[in-house]
């Protein structure tokens, strides 16, 4: 659903399928022509989709904020939020006039996955769900979800690995039989572990709810014994009922059993704890295995299920140990869900939107406290292994999304460390067929438009060479920035013929409609046919770039680099000296977590080798006191100092 929603929100702003050109629509609905107004959008339907999967609009608001942004402000947490609203109202009345033929809006769980309302088993309010005490269990429940989360994380991304570099590139045809292959294996796996590791449990059907009792599965049992097989009842029903019966279904009758009946269960079990056990590790694996493969096989549930049987499993190992029997003061629901939340915090290292959407999907905010402090804790223990499932995929895809906040590491790195310094560049008025060759060239998404002293048309490539004392020097003239052109602006221009010949009369110019028609699939530079005479003509770029960019001073930090791009959304940063020249550029790319950590590495190996060279200098005679004194000199300051005169001799 997160994925559907996200879907959605990329493609119905634009409105231009294929489908709908031949309809006739030429518009987009919603007039949106940039990648912002469309980032903007995508955020709005992934929490539109976690809104009408678990009924949770605030839930999917958060998710959004946590997990699916990089760029966040005021006017899109409102946006948002209606979004997320009216999915869950058009869901509800939807589901109402399907359930009960009219359309209104009732009192039942307003998501498509309900896992059911945490009540006593009697109906009284007088069960204690859980007490204070309980806290140090979720704590240890946390920390346990955590390992489990980190090792599932690691498992996936050696499956991933295997996956992109020996069946992605083999073709679609390979990756289906994949697909087909893990669903063999996961149904052979179903049918043969309810004949070995499926057993007997009888149940009452007086104290079971009628829901649950449709999903008890009774193979190879005595179905007039009331006994019901446990592990098929956990495997062959939707994932959904599971984690509900997970959470509610608990047997309180006696357990006089016979012949293949458990006799070994205390009255809570309802689960053979092998059953349990078994579960677990097969649901674990093939969860794992899945997660990637060429079909959305989903992430969020199945990890809820995972943690759910995990919960059971804590709370019977919790009642064997202290001798817990009392109906009003255990509540094995309450471990299910700790247990759930803590597995998939361990997962996706997910707190604040988990927390909420578990809580809006119980309706019981007495939940709250020990959800979050279970999730806090199940991160803290997954982040001294690894990093959360989506960063790993992301990473594994290559997709620069940017982190929350910046490392405090990260402040001894300056911007003229981390830049491109040498970049592509276009003079105002550059010829069409240096344009061509630059873009045919490159990959780039922007250029930065320079005036070159040297050069009468087209644009190069700016070269930087550090130079002594930390000055940094042209190998040619200095580049002045003038603004900055995008690739997708000067496709447009070549697409619709937008140059001239330099002695002849300048054209009028495109419209800002005009300049967005291709929006989101620009021409190809390769698809665009060019003549002889055409590559000698201009284009005028000065009256289409950016004339004001973002810059920022090779000297700055990247921390503050990583903030101006996370708080203002940005895609390129030029970097400018105090004398208006060009000195590099900084994009997304530059700005990954690993990119950083390796030019840190590097900027720490050079400091430490300058300085051993330092300390070889002071060791020299008559050179430690002079390089003493010039400790912490900056290169103006050494220009300043007065140089000893030097008295010629002649003879």
């Known amino acids: 659903?997160?994925?559907?929603?996200?879907?959605?929100?990329?493609?119905?702003?634009?409105?231009?399928?294929?489908?709908?050109?031949?309809?006739?629509?030429?518009?987009?609905?919603?007039?949106?022509?940039?990648?912002?107004?469309?980032?903007?959008?995508?955020?709005?339907?992934?929490?539109?989709?976690?809104?009408?999967?678990?009924?949770?609009?605030?839930?999917?608001?958060?998710?959004?904020?946590?997990?699916?942004?990089?760029?966040?402000?005021?006017?899109?947490?409102?946006?948002?939020?209606?979004?997320?609203?009216?999915?869950?109202?058009?869901?509800?009345?939807?589901?109402?006039?399907?359930?009960?033929?009219?359309?209104?809006?009732?009192?039942?769980?307003?998501?498509?996955?309900?896992?059911?309302?945490?009540?006593?088993?009697?109906?009284?309010?007088?069960?204690?769900?859980?007490?204070?005490?309980?806290?140090?269990?979720?704590?240890?429940?946390g920390a346990v979800g955590g390992l489990l989360g980190a090792m599932f994380n690691q498992l996936n991304l050696y499956i991933t690995k295997y996956r992109i570099n020996h069946v992605n590139t083999?073709?679609?045809?390979?990756?289906?039989?994949?697909?087909?292959?893990?669903?063999?294996?996961?149904?052979?796996?179903?049918?043969?572990?309810?004949?070995?590791?499926?057993?007997?449990?009888?149940?009452?059907?007086?104290?079971?709810?009628?829901?649950?009792?449709?999903?008890?599965?009774?193979?190879?049992?005595?179905?007039?014994?009331?006994?019901?097989?446990?592990?098929?009842?956990?495997?062959?029903?939707?994932?959904?009922?599971?984690?509900?019966?997970?959470?509610?279904?608990?047997?309180?009758?006696?357990?006089?059993?016979?012949?293949?009946?458990?006799?070994?269960?205390?009255?809570?079990?309802?689960?053979?704890?092998?059953?349990?056990?078994?579960?677990?590790?097969?649901?674990?694996?093939?969860?794992?295995?899945?997660?990637?493969?060429?079909?959305?096989?989903?992430?969020?549930?199945?990890?809820?299920?995972?943690?759910?049987?995990?919960?059971?499993?804590?709370?019977?190992?919790?009642?064997?140990?202290?001798?817990?029997?009392?109906?009003?003061?255990?509540?094995?629901g309450t471990y299910a869900l700790i247990g759930a939340a803590a597995f998939l915090g361990g997962v996706v290292r997910m707190t604040i939107s988990l927390t909420v959407i578990l809580i809006e999907t119980t309706r019981n905010i007495s939940y709250?406290?020990?959800?979050?402090?279970?999730?806090?804790?199940?991160?803290?223990?997954?982040?001294?292994?690894?990093?959360?499932?989506?960063?790993?995929?992301?990473?594994?895809?290559?997709?620069?999304?940017?982190?929350?906040?910046?490392?405090?590491?990260?402040?001894?790195?300056?911007?003229?460390?981390?830049?491109?310094?040498?970049?592509e560049w276009l003079n105002p008025r550059p010829t069409v067929g240096r344009v061509v060759e630059i873009l045919k060239r490159t990959k780039h998404s922007a250029f930065p438009v320079c005036m070159y002293t040297d050069s009468q048309q087209g644009g190069g490539t700016l070269r930087r060479n550090a130079a002594k004392l930390g000055i940094t020097v042209n190998d040619r003239s200095q580049l002045r920035l003038l603004g900055l052109i995008l690739r997708s602006q000067i496709v447009t221009l070549l697409k619709k013929e937008q140059y001239f010949d330099l002695d002849g009369p300048e054209l009028e110019g495109l419209t800002h409609n005009q300049l967005t028609e291709f929006y989101p699939k620009y021409p190809d530079i390769d698809d665009i046919t060019l003549t002889i005479a055409d590559q000698n003509k201009i284009i005028d770029c000065k009256k289409y770039m950016n004339p004001c960019p973002y810059t920022v001073s090779p000297l700055a930090p990247i921390t503050k680099v990583f903030t101006l791009f996370r708080s203002l959304g940005l895609r390129h940063l030029i970097v400018v000296n105090n004398m208006g020249e060009v000195e590099g550029i900084i994009t997304r790319s530059e700005l990954q977590e690993h990119h950083i950590e390796r030019v840190y590495r590097d900027k720490v190996e050079k400091d430490n080798t300058i300085a051993g060279s330092t300390t070889d200098l002071r060791a020299q005679p008559g050179l430690g006191g002079t390089i003493q004194r010039l400790e912490g000199v900056s290169p103006s300051e050494f220009l300043q100092i007065p140089q000893p005169t030097r008295t010629l001799r002649t003879f």
Request: net charge neutral; with cysteine.
């Open 1 to 141: 659903m997160i994925h559907s929603g996200a879907a959605l929100g990329a493609g119905i702003p634009e409105g231009l399928s294929r489908l709908v050109k031949r309809m006739g629509f030429t518009e987009s609905f919603f007039g949106v022509h940039d990648d912002r107004s469309k980032r903007d959008f995508i955020s709005a339907g992934a929490a539109a989709g976690v809104s009408a999967a678990f009924g949770a609009p605030l839930g999917g608001v958060l998710f959004s904020l946590e997990e699916g942004s990089s760029f966040w402000n005021q006017a899109l947490t409102w946006k948002t939020l209606f979004c997320s609203m009216c999915s869950a109202f058009v869901l509800q009345i939807l589901k109402s006039a399907i359930e009960t033929k009219t359309a209104g809006i009732g009192n039942k769980y307003s998501g498509l996955i309900n896992f059911g309302e945490f009540k006593c088993t009697d109906g009284s309010n007088e069960c204690m769900l859980w007490g204070p005490q309980d806290l140090i269990v979720f704590i240890l429940m």
């Open 368 to 423: 709250g406290l020990p959800i979050m402090l279970t999730l806090m804790v199940a991160k803290w223990v997954g982040d001294l292994f690894n990093k959360g499932l989506y960063d790993i995929h992301i990473e594994l895809k290559h997709w620069p999304l940017l982190e929350w906040e910046a490392e405090p590491l990260w402040e001894t790195i300056r911007a003229k460390d981390l830049m491109k310094s040498n970049l």
């Open 170 to 332: 083999k073709g679609r045809v390979v990756r289906m039989m994949e697909v087909a292959l893990i669903g063999i294996v996961i149904s052979s796996l179903a049918y043969v572990s309810i004949n070995t590791a499926g057993h007997c449990v009888r149940w009452n059907k007086n104290g079971t709810e009628k829901e649950l009792q449709n999903l008890m599965r009774t193979w190879h049992c005595p179905e007039k014994k009331h006994l019901y097989n446990d592990y098929g009842t956990l495997a062959f029903n939707s994932q959904e009922n599971t984690i509900k019966m997970l959470f509610h279904h608990f047997n309180y009758s006696d357990l006089n059993s016979t012949n293949n009946e458990s006799t070994d269960l205390p009255l809570q079990a309802t689960y053979h704890p092998l059953s349990l056990v078994i579960f677990l590790v097969l649901l674990f694996l093939t969860a794992c295995w899945t997660y990637g493969i060429g079909v959305p096989s989903g992430l969020f549930v199945p990890c809820l299920l995972i943690g759910a049987t995990y919960g059971r499993i804590f709370a019977f190992c919790y009642q064997q140990i202290f001798k817990t029997t009392n109906p009003s003061l255990f509540y094995p």
